[in-house]
């Protein structure tokens, strides 16, 4: 099946004078599942940042290729834009809808466009019926301690955070530390799913994580950035043995 | 003369008051980091103050609004201590912060309409002498009160941006934690700063309140503006409160001669607001 | 009996004005303090069309709602996305513009002379005035109704998203800017139509009508009853104009003196509540549900 991909042009950012992000030519999602990697301050965060429009590159040029052949510039289209394009991003920093419960929270991310509308107060519950299998779905598969409330712990928000954005039917999903905070056997069920995803709905999915036990074992191909730029990029046994790879990661992390 | 110069003239004794209202509203805002509407009040009271020991007391004005002065400065400080500071406490911030300050506005506005009625009342200066400055009518009192405003609004500059004491406040307004770090008493500083900013507003109540005549509404009528000229001046830039406020007074000085004084303030909030769009950008 | 209705048609509209502004900040979190520049702007336009132009009652009222609706979307253009506190005074300085306008408008308004009279626009004999009430309070009953509907329509979802963590709305691909603007167009644009709406009742208008106390008002009666509940505002405005202008007014006997002092009594202890209930009760009497 043929994946989303998104192609960096020239990109720049910096903050007060200091570059942060700097890559030449880079293509994304070329495999269903890929890795991005790097040491703390990499510019990863803010690369996913650029693609997904939260902030705007200095400079560059950002391509969006869906499966279906279609090719759109990006580089000026807004945070929302891009998420109803199928560009879709779930947060590193836990993020929630305090006064929306679970399941209110999960049919704000299903409604659309249509029942988006002010005057739209009947037939709403058309909308909710609709859904109820899919919600019930995620409800089951990921343990809430109350489904029918509010999110309670960080664990139960980064999950929720994630089912939101799948429930977007996003075409390529960015997923930053999608498993910081999360027990070892739930980011198992994360990635179960997330491969089930990228094989059934031909999901493309880019991970940043520090995991790296994680990346060798999901990804497809892996992408190394350091100083904001492109350093290397392969297969996880290529990157794993890459000795550049290893003195850059010890070099910063690990002395 | 001309337009232009009269407008200058006009425009610089009106910014006067403004100006010091503007930068004593800026401190709290740039310490605070919220806007302070009762900040109104503050400068209503300084005005009526000046009245108790002008008018009702027998002092010269220019004695008068010493005593006055240190009144609003410690009528601002009780507001933080009772109201502001508890509330924060608290945890209220952000928009209800405002809503809050508001509310106090409210609460002083009419009780002091209910002590000081709704009358207008005068200051008394005593001997006054006419000037012409390039064909342009200038009382003493202006000239003196201009003079003052120059002072006091110079030495607060001086104070913020040429002092460790300044400093000090610039830190703090910063970054709390690291001023904390490094010795700073915060509630100190905050007393004392709502203390100073009390001083400039009731001062500029005052100067306002001399200019014209006092009402229950002198501070209410400014507040809009003052809160415009600290926004857009840059916020907590007490020099960006100087050159905006010098700024609105001269623009306000020359659409008054040219049209009505009314027709000033719609211009200047109208001026102001898309000022701020643009300013501050989309988020 | 007259003055009865006359006060308690204001309230009505107090009601559903704190109602609106329930759906702007309960719901949406848009601080809007120029509640008193958008219903005055319908008001005066109404009295204006009619007064001045002769046009009838429900074209001047259709007239005035669009012109503040059309207002309030060039004023939410520039605003809307600027943070709380410029929006506060954006709005606060929109009625501010309002009132100075009003004023200064000798040949539209009349200025502090004043402008009237508009009169009810049906005639149904001595009781016209309760008639009308009556249709005031369909119509403010019908807009708290829809209130209800919309917290539990995908809207009222995404207005309560908007609030909490607007970036994260987006994310979802949200046009929350765009909704924002919407919302605030046709909830400011209601205001204009309450507005309109109460010239009748009013009659006669003149600028001391359109001052901030209204606006201050509003936002006490919502505060106090609860921001975030459908019934917030219409507790809290019984509470605060029904208990002074009602009962105090109306029916406590109070010495001529002492009269005289109510109105700047009540709004000094409006100011000294909304202090109390963001201190220790910042989401009202009715709380969150």
Same mark, same amino acid.
């Given at each position: 099946?043929?994946?989303?991909?998104?192609?960096?042009? =020239?990109?720049?950012?910096?903050?007060?004078? #200091?570059?942060?992000?700097?890559?030449?030519?880079?293509?994304?999602?070329?495999?269903?599942? *890929?890795?991005?990697?790097?040491?703390?301050?990499?510019?990863?965060?803010?690369?996913?940042? @650029?693609?997904?429009?939260?902030?705007?590159?200095?400079?560059?040029?950002?391509?969006?290729?869906?499966?279906?052949?279609?090719?759109?510039?990006?580089?000026?289209?807004?945070?929302?834009?891009?998420?109803?394009?199928?560009?879709? #991003?779930?947060?590193?920093?836990?993020?929630?809808?305090?006064?929306?419960?679970?399941?209110?929270?999960?049919?704000?991310?299903?409604?659309?466009?249509?029942?988006?509308?002010?005057?739209?107060?009947?037939?709403?519950?058309?909308?909710?019926?609709?859904? =109820?299998?899919?919600?019930?779905?995620?409800?089951?598969?990921?343990?809430?301690? =109350?489904?029918?409330?509010?999110?309670?712990?960080?664990?139960?928000?980064?999950?929720?955070?994630?089912? #939101?954005? @799948?429930?977007?039917?996003?075409?390529?999903?960015?997923?930053?530390?999608?498993?910081?905070?999360?027990?070892?056997?739930?980011?198992?069920?994360?990635?179960?799913?997330?491969?089930?995803?990228?094989?059934?709905?031909?999901?493309?999915?880019?991970?940043? *994580?520090?995991?790296?036990?994680?990346?060798?074992?999901?990804?497809?191909?892996?992408?190394?950035?350091?100083?904001?730029?492109?350093?290397?990029?392969?297969?996880? *046994? *290529?990157?794993?043995?890459?000795?550049?790879?290893?003195?850059?990661?010890?070099?910063?992390?690990?002395? | 003369?001309?337009?232009?110069?009269?407008?200058?003239?006009?425009?610089?004794?009106?910014?006067?008051?403004?100006?010091?209202?503007?930068?004593?509203?800026?401190?709290?805002?740039?310490?605070?980091?919220?806007?302070? /509407?009762?900040?109104?009040?503050?400068?209503?009271?300084?005005?009526?103050?000046?009245?108790?020991?002008?008018?009702?007391?027998?002092?010269?004005?220019?004695?008068?609004?010493?005593?006055?002065?240190?009144?609003?400065?410690?009528?601002?400080?009780?507001?933080?201590?009772?109201?502001?500071?508890?509330?924060?406490?608290?945890?209220?911030?952000?928009?209800?912060?405002?809503?809050?300050?508001?509310?106090?506005?409210?609460?002083?506005?009419?009780?002091?309409?209910?002590?000081?009625?709704?009358?207008?009342?005068?200051?008394?200066?005593?001997?006054?002498?006419?000037?012409?400055?390039?064909?342009?009518?200038?009382?003493?009192?202006?000239?003196?009160?201009?003079?003052?405003?120059?002072?006091?609004?110079?030495?607060?500059?001086?104070?913020?941006?040429?002092?460790?004491?300044?400093?000090?406040?610039?830190?703090?307004?910063?970054?709390?934690?690291?001023?904390?770090?490094?010795?700073?008493?915060?509630?100190?500083?905050?007393?004392?700063?709502?203390?100073?900013?009390?001083?400039?507003?009731?001062?500029?109540?005052?100067?306002?309140? /001399?200019?014209?005549?006092?009402?229950?509404? /002198?501070?209410?009528?400014?507040?809009?503006?003052?809160?415009?000229?600290?926004?857009?001046?840059?916020?907590?830039?007490?020099?960006?409160?100087?050159?905006?406020?010098?700024?609105?007074?001269?623009?306000?000085?020359?659409?008054?001669?040219?049209?009505?004084?009314?027709?000033?303030?719609?211009?200047?909030?109208?001026?102001?607001?898309?000022?701020?769009?643009?300013?501050?950008?989309?988020? | 009996?007259?003055?009865?209705? $006359?006060?308690?048609?204001?309230?009505?509209?107090?009601?559903?004005?704190? &109602?609106?502004?329930?759906?702007?900040?309960?719901?949406?979190?848009?601080?809007?303090?120029?509640?008193?520049?958008?219903?005055?702007?319908?008001?005066?336009?109404?009295?204006?069309?009619?007064?001045?132009?002769?046009?009838?009652?429900?074209?001047?009222?259709?007239?005035?709602?669009?012109?503040?609706?059309?207002?309030?979307?060039?004023?939410?253009?520039?605003?809307?996305?600027?943070?709380?506190?410029?929006?506060?005074?954006?709005?606060?300085?929109?009625?501010?513009?309002? $009132?100075?306008?009003?004023?200064?408008?000798?040949?539209?308004?009349?200025?502090?002379?004043?402008?009237?009279?508009?009169?009810?626009?049906?005639?149904?004999?001595?009781?016209?005035?309760?008639?009308?009430?009556?249709?005031?309070?369909?119509?403010?009953?019908?807009?708290?109704?829809?209130?209800?509907?919309?917290?539990?329509?995908?809207?009222?979802?995404?207005?309560?998203?908007?609030?909490?963590?607007?970036?994260?709305?987006?994310?979802?691909?949200?046009?929350?800017?765009?909704?924002?603007?919407?919302? $605030?167009?046709?909830?400011?644009?209601?205001?204009?139509?309450?507005?309109?709406?109460?010239?009748?009742? &009013?009659?006669?208008?003149?600028?001391?009508?359109?001052?901030?106390?209204?606006?201050?008002?509003?936002?006490?009666?919502?505060?106090?009853?609860?921001?975030?509940?459908?019934?917030?505002?219409?507790?809290?405005?019984?509470?605060?104009?029904?208990?002074?202008?009602?009962?105090?007014?109306?029916?406590?006997?109070?010495?001529? &003196?002492?009269?005289?002092?109510?109105?700047?009594?009540?709004?000094?202890?409006?100011?000294?509540?909304?202090?109390?209930?963001?201190?220790?009760?910042?989401?009202?009497?009715?709380?969150?549900?």
């Amino acid at each position: 099946m043929a994946t989303t991909k998104i192609v960096l042009k =020239n990109i720049r950012k910096s903050f007060g004078g #200091r570059t942060v992000v700097d890559i030449d030519n880079l293509t994304l999602g070329a495999h269903p599942i *890929e890795g991005l990697i790097g040491p703390n301050g990499a510019g990863k965060t803010t690369l996913m940042s @650029l693609i997904t429009r939260k902030l705007s590159a200095d400079q560059g040029q950002i391509l969006y290729l869906p499966a279906n052949g279609a090719k759109v510039d990006i580089t000026h289209n807004s945070l929302d834009e891009v998420a109803r394009m199928g560009l879709v #991003r779930t947060n590193q920093i836990i993020q929630d809808f305090e006064s929306l419960t679970i399941r209110d929270s999960l049919l704000l991310s299903l409604s659309t466009p249509h029942f988006d509308k002010f005057y739209r107060i009947f037939g709403t519950q058309k909308l909710a019926q609709s859904v =109820n299998d899919e919600i019930d779905f995620y409800l089951d598969y990921f343990p809430f301690e =109350n489904p029918n409330g509010h999110a309670l712990s960080a664990g139960e928000k980064k999950l929720l955070d994630i089912i #939101r954005c @799948l429930m977007l039917k996003p075409k390529f999903l960015l997923m930053d530390e999608p498993t910081a905070g999360l027990p070892y056997d739930l980011t198992q069920s994360v990635m179960a799913l997330m491969q089930k995803k990228a094989v059934e709905d031909g999901l493309t999915i880019l991970i940043v *994580e520090h995991d790296l036990d994680l990346i060798w074992e999901v990804c497809d191909f892996v992408h190394f950035l350091a100083e904001g730029q492109l350093m290397t990029q392969g297969t996880p *046994e *290529e990157i794993r043995k890459n000795q550049m790879v290893a003195e850059k990661y010890m070099g910063v992390s690990h002395v | 003369m001309s337009i232009l110069s009269d407008a200058l003239i006009i425009g610089l004794i009106d910014a006067a008051p403004l100006v010091l209202a503007a930068m004593g509203f800026t401190l709290i805002y740039y310490l605070n980091g919220f806007i302070n /509407v009762a900040y109104a009040e503050n400068i209503t009271l300084g005005a009526y103050f000046a009245v108790i020991f002008n008018s009702w007391l027998g002092l010269n004005f220019f004695i008068a609004i010493i005593p006055a002065a240190l009144l609003t400065g410690l009528l601002s400080l009780l507001t933080y201590q009772i109201v502001f500071r508890p509330a924060f406490n608290r945890g209220v911030s952000g928009a209800e912060a405002i809503i809050l300050s508001i509310g106090l506005s409210f609460f002083l506005r009419y009780a002091a309409i209910l002590i000081f009625s709704n009358d207008p009342l005068v200051m008394d200066v005593g001997f006054t002498s006419y000037l012409r400055i390039f064909g342009q009518g200038i009382t003493s009192t202006q000239i003196v009160a201009l003079s003052l405003v120059v002072v006091f609004s110079g030495s607060l500059y001086y104070l913020i941006y040429r002092t460790g004491y300044g400093e000090k406040i610039r830190g703090l307004a910063n970054n709390s934690e690291l001023a904390m770090v490094s010795g700073i008493n915060p509630n100190q500083v905050s007393v004392q700063v709502w203390f100073l900013a009390g001083i400039a507003g009731g001062l500029a109540g005052m100067f306002f309140g /001399v200019f014209s005549l006092v009402t229950p509404r /002198v501070g209410w009528n400014q507040i809009l503006i003052v809160t415009m000229i600290s926004i857009v001046g840059g916020v907590g830039s007490v020099r960006g409160a100087l050159l905006t406020g010098i700024g609105a007074g001269i623009l306000t000085a020359a659409v008054t001669l040219l049209t009505k004084p009314l027709y000033a303030q719609v211009i200047l909030l109208l001026f102001f607001i898309i000022v701020l769009r643009f300013k501050k950008g989309r988020s | 009996m007259a003055y009865f209705i $006359f006060v308690f048609s204001g309230i009505i509209i107090y009601i559903a004005l704190a &109602n609106l502004l329930h759906l702007q900040f309960g719901l949406t979190g848009i601080v809007n303090f120029g509640v008193v520049g958008f219903w005055g702007l319908g008001m005066y336009g109404t009295t204006v069309l009619i007064v001045q132009y002769d046009l009838p009652f429900l074209v001047a009222v259709v007239l005035a709602s669009l012109l503040t609706a059309v207002l309030s979307l060039i004023l939410g253009w520039l605003v809307l996305d600027l943070d709380s506190q410029s929006i506060i005074v954006a709005t606060l300085a929109f009625s501010t513009i309002i $009132f100075y306008l009003v004023t200064t408008e000798k040949w539209l308004t009349k200025g502090v002379v004043g402008i009237g009279t508009v009169s009810f626009p049906f005639d149904v004999g001595r009781r016209t005035d309760l008639v009308y009430l009556a249709f005031l309070m369909i119509f403010t009953a019908v807009s708290m109704w829809y209130s209800w509907k919309l917290k539990q329509a995908p809207y009222g979802r995404l207005l309560l998203a908007i609030q909490d963590n607007e970036p994260l709305a987006r994310g979802l691909g949200k046009a929350t800017s765009r909704e924002k603007l919407i919302f $605030f167009t046709a909830t400011s644009g209601m205001m204009g139509l309450m507005g309109a709406l109460h010239a009748p009742v &009013n009659q006669f208008l003149t600028p001391t009508l359109i001052g901030p106390g209204v606006t201050f008002t509003v936002w006490i009666a919502l505060i106090l009853g609860g921001k975030k509940h459908v019934l917030g505002g219409l507790i809290g405005v019984f509470v605060t104009v029904g208990l002074f202008d009602l009962l105090i007014e109306t029916y406590v006997p109070l010495p001529t &003196n002492f009269t005289i002092l109510v109105p700047n009594i009540k709004l000094m202890l409006y100011g000294l509540m909304l202090i109390l209930i963001l201190m220790f009760r910042p989401l009202g009497i009715l709380g969150d549900r």
